[in-house]
């Protein structure tokens, strides 16, 4: 299910619709790109430009802004920070979610049901709901300040639409498969991991796309865990950034402006997979 | 969420079936050995989820009834206490007019919006793959980099006023974040610019389940362009729109991010949601006690909302939507 396959245009005469259908466009791309151009422009500005004039071009240019971000050592901490915990949540959500969903697809057996029943009515409980305990349970297991404390409660919180999304998938790979594969010599357990992993890469990529952005943006975690700047992830960072720095507002666009670059980055290059996989994962 | 029929496709699985005390010894050895695959393959996701997910509600409601800063031990027994408290608090009654604002103002305008600019995305028009990219941009930002990319277009004397004097429209400009009047306004136009683009997305994929033939005969049969939209392609994105409409509300519940760092739910809890009031109770003033009332408060209302959504709305779709179908 790709949003981008295009579709026959419906042949229709010219009619009113036509510029009224430019006229929204253009309108989209203007609210849409304006925040973000005046957030990576105003970065190319300074602190006297922008309160002369909150809305001009540079002039001229100043390039210290981003330099100093980038030659200082805070930003590319909380960028490696937020990559270890969304990498590591990501592959513990994928690969616990993706044997359990085995399990829970092509095994029989007493209680099935009530587990795969856990783990949907997980879908419903918001991070924030069970925010307190899970704090103070990290805090008891001397997780605190920890990238652990945050990638271990954000794979538990991913395993449901994982499972969820993994399970009709691997149900739907034809048995013959698996009793070929059997005939072969394979165990059930060799069958999972040679030939119904590789089946099922489709459904894996857009589960870790899933989990991904979603530890990449996370907020409530990261706040509540870490205290020490240097432990901080990107969005964490980008918000204490905010706060510390009030006065020097182009120093702040500048930072927000290359905060997003990563994410913009990993949406060029996997923009069939994050839009596939949001509407497919909603859609069934 | 439970309602999947599942009919896995009889495989091998049937070959070691339910195992009885009858079994031959051989079929014993395969059920020892199927429930230690079964174990290997279920437990460590078990763990952490009961561990993070699970066993944290059940300790919420626990400490719900104590009076408790988060240290030491659990003595100050307090029954309901803490929900009444919560209840009759101005302020957390205010958090849930907010939230519920919210979500109806997300059905009120980002529905129809979100259908219409679908609509127009999925005609011909020059650049429409460009467009569709565009338009998911905002939606891939983190919350965070959204709230900082708006403080500062609405700081007072920033770029969003400078942009209506400049076009003359000096009169409409506002303390946008600062008076307590228009800040749940001016946070409903950042959502709505962070998620206008997943409505949109998600619709445009609707709308390639709509037949073409079905416009076209509509149209042979003489519907208007408007008509053909209102009778035949709306009620055909049914199962689209309660999707949306499911993930916008459970949503708008439970709104945090954007609030915290944009207002920190002021001026004058005049934006708290109850998230926010939640963190603020708990983790600023060490109320865990009252702070887990709270959050159970703000899990009911998901819940009993899920459920009847769930019956009344979703029931038709459920399988194919939320659960997966599983064949």
């Known amino acids: 299910m790709t949003a981008t396959a295009t579709v026959a245009p419906v042949r229709r005469h010219l009619s009113i619709m036509v510029p009224v259908r430019y006229l929204a466009a253009a309108l989209i791309v203007g609210v849409t790109l304006a925040p973000l151009l005046f957030v990576i422009l105003g970065g190319f500005r300074t602190n006297a430009q922008i309160n002369e004039n909150p809305v001009a071009l540079p002039s001229p240019w100043v390039f210290s802004n981003y330099v100093d971000i980038l030659t200082s050592s805070s930003f590319w901490t909380f960028l490696l920070n937020s990559a270890l915990i969304a990498v590591s949540s990501t592959v513990l959500a994928v690969g616990l979610g993706s044997m359990a969903a085995f399990a829970l697809s092509r095994y029989r057996f007493r209680g099935r049901e009530t587990i795969y029943s856990m783990f949907t009515v997980g879908l419903l409980f918001p991070l924030g709901v069970a925010i307190l305990p899970v704090y103070l349970l990290l805090r008891q297991l001397h997780l605190l300040e920890s990238w652990v404390g945050v990638a271990l409660p954000q794979a538990a919180f991913a395993l449901p639409v994982t499972i969820i999304i993994l399970r009709p998938f691997m149900a739907a790979i034809p048995s013959e498969i698996e009793d070929a594969a059997v005939v072969d010599g394979a165990t059930r357990l060799g069958f999972f991991w040679r030939i119904l992993l590789p089946l099922s890469r489709p459904a894996l990529v857009t589960v870790s796309v899933l989990a991904f952005i979603t530890s990449w943006n996370g907020y409530l975690l990261p706040l509540l865990v870490f205290n020490e700047p240097s432990h901080f992830t990107l969005p964490l960072g980008v918000a204490t950034f905010q706060s510390q720095y009030a006065q020097d507002t182009a120093s702040i666009l500048a930072f927000t402006a290359l905060s997003m670059v990563p994410a913009l980055v990993f949406f060029v290059f996997a923009e069939r997979q994050i839009v596939g996989g949001l509407t497919g994962s909603v859609k069934g | ?327």
């Open chain 2, 1 to 327: 969420m439970n309602t999947t029929t599942v009919a896995v496709a009889p495989s091998a699985t049937a070959a070691a079936g339910p195992a009885r005390s009858t079994t031959p010894a051989p079929r014993r050895r395969s059920s020892t050995r199927k429930r230690l695959e079964l174990a290997l393959l279920l437990l460590p996701s078990t763990v952490l989820f009961v561990a993070f997910v699970f066993l944290p509600l059940i300790a919420a409601v626990y400490y719900s009834l104590f009076d408790w800063s988060g240290f030491g031990p659990l003595i100050d027994f307090v029954g309901l206490d803490n929900y009444t408290q919560a209840l009759t608090d101005p302020t957390f009654q205010a958090a849930i007019g907010h939230n519920l604002f919210i979500v109806f103002a997300s059905l009120i305008v980002q529905l129809p919006l979100s259908i219409a600019l679908a609509l127009l995305l999925h005609g011909r028009i020059r650049g429409r793959t460009g467009l569709r990219l565009l338009v998911f941009t905002p939606y891939v930002l983190s919350e965070a980099v959204t709230a900082v990319i708006w403080l500062s277009l609405l700081q007072p004397n920033g770029a969003v006023d400078g942009l209506l004097r400049g076009v003359g429209l000096g009169d409409f400009v506002q303390l946008w974040l600062g008076d307590g009047n228009v800040v749940m306004f001016t946070l409903f136009a950042v959502i709505t610019w962070k998620y206008i683009g997943f409505g949109i997305i998600l619709f445009l994929a609707g709308l390639q389940g709509v037949p073409e033939e079905l416009r076209e005969a509509a149209s042979i049969d003489g519907a208007s362009g408007w008509q053909t939209t209102r009778m035949i392609v709306i009620p055909l994105l049914g199962p689209t729109i309660r999707i949306w409409a499911f993930l916008s509300i459970i949503g708008s519940l439970q709104l945090f991010d954007i609030v915290w760092i944009m207002t920190l739910g002021g001026p004058a809890g005049s934006s708290t949601t109850m998230a926010s009031y939640l963190i603020d109770r708990g983790f600023r003033r060490y109320e865990f006690g009252y702070g887990s009332a709270v959050a159970i408060i703000l899990f009911v209302f998901c819940f009993v909302f899920a459920l009847f959504y769930q019956r009344f709305a979703l029931r038709r779709d459920t399988q194919g939507a939320l659960t997966g179908r599983v064949e």
